[in-house]
């Protein structure tokens, strides 16, 4: 183990005004490991982040890095090198002097150079290392940060919104050689985004937050295969999953009155409504028992988007080729029982997850 | 002719000229984006149509009447922007019905006429809240009602959906064709994303320091962008631009860039000419190994929307970035990789232009 967090809460003010920003939060991270917390602004990711830098107390609960205790001790002791916006660089230094800072007492002056210049090739700064923070962008800027943290050794990287401002057009190639980087020297690192993409991009594992109460701790692959609840489910996935109000009806559910999809074994108590999701990428169409009429058909260049009219409500399907419907026209549509998912109507909680019970 | 016509729009702040002469007609019904880079003059222009950039010279018609004259207020415009800007102490509803009781419509029409758009953009429960007790999202379509409700003749939309979260932002995409075709209005639509033009553009129009680089459908600026710097515009991940010295060959030229040998239907006259290698990450494959295929080092996997990116380097040091579908291939190994000749680009090194098609005659390749 290496990052865990046991039965953590924050709470700010007391008595009647008090704030959780963070309730009860679990979870333990293995050495090697990327883990992002992800969520809307106010989910509690940052003040997590902020606890385990040591900016913030705990309230409640214990932090421990590679074994040792660290709630308590001051953010120099953690072992733990960050990125983060307002942990700003420093404005008389160089990005090279700025790179280097944690280095220098340590290492031989050429072998800091050597990794300064290294890390900086890599972030695509190393023509700015004479420059001084004052001159760079904001994208430049967060670079030249992330350059900074990553140049040290630490038991755990820190990681908040490290690409945030990049231009799209570098931010393929520079997720791409970060992880690779992360990975090859086998570091540990907690990154901070409200990005979908940027977690699933780079995260071993998604800590998926709202409310302050972590949702769920899974693989990208399981929070879009098996969400825990109705939150995940739509939160995750672009475009978000689709969801229909369904009741139960015979050995299936009832969609929008008139069509009805048998469910083998689908054990719901008769009458109860429950949630019907189904991911854009999994609807098939031109084929199924549901028809619809086309609202929409968006191709964007890699991938289509169509948008069907069915039971008063708007469905997407996405498909990697294009797809030869125009708008007014019906089509037939349908999805494998092992593409949907239930969740209770009442809580959100899942129910079930294709075609057999999870 | 209805709709937009602007012409020659020219605007400069002291020394430097943020749009040099910027030609565009939008017909009523229709949605043209306005696509471009931060700082490439979007915003500058929407003002300048609007009225509100008295430094800007050039001509603005809606409807067949020259308006460049007129101030804001006269234009017949609808205006709404990324931060909502809408005056605090008011209501929703107050809010929306202020361009009609700037107009001094009768109450009860107002009345009437709020409550419609409203309910269009599903916020009729929320219209008696102030902004503050709203969602962003409900802050935005009340920011678009205002826009609507005086039945304007242009709409101009800066950027509307950029702080709205994800899930809103799909739903407003799926939504905002239709009500913007029904509105019969000339859209003109400001977004950084090109996914969000693609959707919602039935044209776009790239700017790019201050002049239109390509007008025309989304797919063919998709497909066929008029110069390297438009390609690398559209698509997520990008384009991968390669440096390449392009031989004749009977069907077209032969281009050869880190291990990738493509024959590209393309003019003859780029032989021997210093060019750019476009390469959608998309129209990329693991393939077996062969003369054409490319052989490649896998360096990380960064999964995207059901899609792998994969970064990979080639032998020279090349960086690739492949998005497939299917499985991952492991960090350290070696693929092969075809690439997609009837996809690929080319692109004039010196001027970014792209060069075009030689459409081959049945037979002539040997």
Redesign the interface.
């Known amino acids: 183990m290496s990052l865990v967090l046991d039965h953590v809460s924050k709470v700010y003010g007391r008595g009647a005004i008090a704030v959780r920003a963070v309730q009860d939060m679990s979870l333990a991270m293995e050495a090697g490991e990327i883990v992002a917390l992800l969520g809307?602004s106010g989910c509690g990711k940052t003040s997590t982040l902020r606890m385990i830098a040591g900016f913030e107390s705990v309230t409640e609960g214990a932090i421990t890095l590679a074994g040792r205790r660290i709630d308590a001790l001051e953010p120099a002791g953690r072992g733990v090198a960050m990125a983060f916006e307002g942990y700003a660089l420093y404005p008389p230094l160089t990005v090279a002097e700025n790179i280097g800072f944690g280095l220098a007492r340590r290492k031989g002056r050429g072998e800091v150079d050597r990794r300064v210049r290294a890390i900086a090739e890599l972030l695509d700064i190393g023509d700015l290392l004479e420059r001084r923070p004052s001159r760079l962008s904001g994208g430049q800027q967060q670079r030249a940060s992330l350059a900074r943290a990553l140049a040290r050794e630490a038991d755990l990287y820190l990681l908040d919104e490290p690409m945030g401002q990049l231009?799209?057009?570098l931010?393929?190639?520079l997720?791409?050689?970060v992880?690779?980087l992360i990975?090859e020297r086998h570091l540990t690192a907690v990154l901070v985004t409200h990005d979908?993409?940027e977690a699933?991009?780079?995260a071993d594992r998604i800590a998926v937050m709202e409310g302050g109460v972590l949702q769920q701790f899974a693989s990208?692959d399981a929070l879009r295969d098996h969400p825990e609840n109705l939150f995940v489910a739509?939160?995750i996935g672009?475009?978000?999953m689709n969801v229909l109000t369904v009741e139960r009806c015979g050995d299936g559910v009832a969609l929008g009155g008139a069509a009805a999809v048998a469910f083998a074994g689908l054990a719901l108590p008769p009458g109860q409504r429950v949630v019907l999701g189904i991911r854009p990428?999994r609807l098939r169409l031109g084929e199924g028992a549901l028809a619809g009429t086309i609202?929409?058909n968006?191709?964007?260049?890699?991938?289509a988007?169509v948008?069907i009219a069915f039971a008063d409500q708007?469905l997407?399907a996405?498909s990697?080729h294009k797809v030869a419907v125009r708008v007014e026209e019906k089509i037939a549509f349908g999805f494998a029982p092992e593409d949907a998912h239930f969740f209770d109507a009442a809580t959100g909680a899942a129910l079930r997850h294709g075609g057999l019970g999870r | 002719m209805t709709g937009l016509e602007i012409s020659a729009i020219h605007a400069r702040f002291g020394r430097h000229e943020v749009l040099r002469g910027v030609d565009l007609a939008v017909a009523p019904g229709e949605t043209l984006v306005l696509f471009g880079p931060s700082g490439a003059g979007k915003t500058v222009l929407l003002r300048a149509i609007a009225g509100l950039e008295p430094g800007a010279l050039g001509q603005v018609v809606i409807d067949g009447q020259d308006v460049s004259a007129r101030g804001p207020e006269a234009r017949n415009i609808g205006m709404a922007f990324q931060n909502f800007a809408l005056y605090p102490h008011m209501s929703a509803r107050d809010n929306i019905a202020s361009p009609l009781v700037a107009r001094g419509l009768p109450a009860d029409e107002i009345a009437t006429r709020v409550v419609e758009i409203a309910q269009l953009l599903r916020i009729g429960h929320v219209l008696s809240h102030p902004p503050r007790a709203l969602s962003n999202g409900q802050k935005q379509r009340t920011a678009l009602a205002r826009a609507l409700v005086g039945r304007p003749r242009v709409l101009l939309l800066d950027d509307p959906l950029r702080n709205v979260d994800a899930k809103l932002r799909y739903e407003m995409r799926l939504e905002l064709p239709r009500l913007l075709r029904e509105s019969q209005a000339a859209t003109l639509y400001v977004t950084q994303d090109y996914r969000e033009a693609m959707a919602l553009g039935d044209r776009v129009a790239v700017l790019r320091a201050g002049r239109i680089e390509q007008c025309d459908a989304s797919e063919t600026v998709y497909d066929w962008p008029a110069t390297a710097a438009v390609a690398r515009l559209f698509g997520d991940p990008p384009v991968n631009l390669l440096a390449c010295r392009p031989v004749a060959d009977p069907a077209g030229l032969r281009a050869e860039a880190a291990g990738f040998r493509l024959v590209l239907d393309a003019s003859a006259e780029a032989a021997g000419k210093a060019c750019l290698l476009g390469l959608r990450p998309e129209t990329l494959s693991l393939a077996a190994a062969g003369p054409d295929a490319a052989r490649l080092e896998v360096i990380a996997t960064t999964p995207l929307h059901e899609r792998l990116v994969v970064l990979l380097r080639a032998g020279d040091g090349t960086e690739i970035v492949a998005s497939l579908l299917g499985a991952a291939p492991a960090p350290g190994a070696h693929v092969h990789v075809a690439a997609d000749a009837a996809a690929a680009l080319l692109f004039d090194a010196a001027s970014g232009a792209r060069i075009p098609a030689r459409r081959v005659m049945a037979g002539i390749a040997a």
Do not use: C, Y
């Not at chain 1, 968006?298 to 991938?303: F, I, K, M, R």
């Open positions: 809307s231009e799209p057009q931010r393929a190639i997720r791409g050689r992880k690779a990975k979908q993409t699933n991009a780079m990208p739509t939160f672009e475009p978000p990428h609202v929409s968006q191709w964007l260049g890699d991938q988007h948008v708007l997407v996405v990697h």
